[in-house]
């Protein structure tokens, strides 16, 4: 069975002051052939995607290519779902060391775009494709806790940091 390498397994290495990442969500494709696996690189903090064929885990997501989005931007992908035949990811926004969820706030109280961004993306196989961002959702949006598609819908559960300084998760309407 092919695998990350961890601090558990002496016989696979792994380069010195690296951590094994942390694996957020797993999901299978329709079809059985590939598992999809949404994770947090826990050295540094990038939100990625991965792919499993059976022997082999494949990089796919948070590379910053055309449509993709920047792996350092966020802290984990969290949540998959299939929608209308694309793999749909959504992720949490990223909070740099030293920076508490009062820091994510302009002086005026709004949310800043740079901290306050949880975002879904979606993927046919080829292409990545921006479904839903920051303008879309409600103020302090930062991470996608949940996506589901259902009766041709694809609907969000989301998560507020800094609205009032609370938090919470909050049902939304249909993102696509």
Not at 29 to 56: M, N
Request: net charge positive; charged share 20%.
């Amino acid at each position: 069975m092919g695998s990350w390498p961890t601090q558990a397994d002496p016989t696979r290495k792994m380069p010195r002051g690296s951590r094994p990442p942390w694996v957020n969500v797993l999901l299978p494709d329709p079809e059985s052939r590939h598992l999809y696996a949404g994770v947090k690189q826990t050295l540094g903090g990038q939100a990625q995607l991965w792919r499993f064929d059976g022997a082999i885990w494949e990089w796919i997501g948070g590379k910053g290519g055309p449509g993709d989005w920047n792996g350092p931007d966020f802290s984990h992908a969290y949540t998959l779902a299939w929608h209308r035949g694309n793999l749909c990811v959504g992720l949490q926004g990223h909070l740099p060391p030293g920076v508490n969820v009062q820091d994510s706030r302009n002086k005026d109280g709004t949310p800043d775009a740079q901290y306050n961004k949880g975002e879904i993306y979606s993927f046919d196989g080829r292409r990545w494709r921006k479904l839903a961002g920051i303008e879309d959702f409600p103020p302090f949006t930062h991470w996608i806790y949940k996506l589901v598609s259902y009766e041709g819908q694809l609907y969000a559960s989301i998560v507020r940091h800094g609205a009032q300084t609370r938090r919470g998760i909050e049902a939304l309407a249909a993102v696509e």
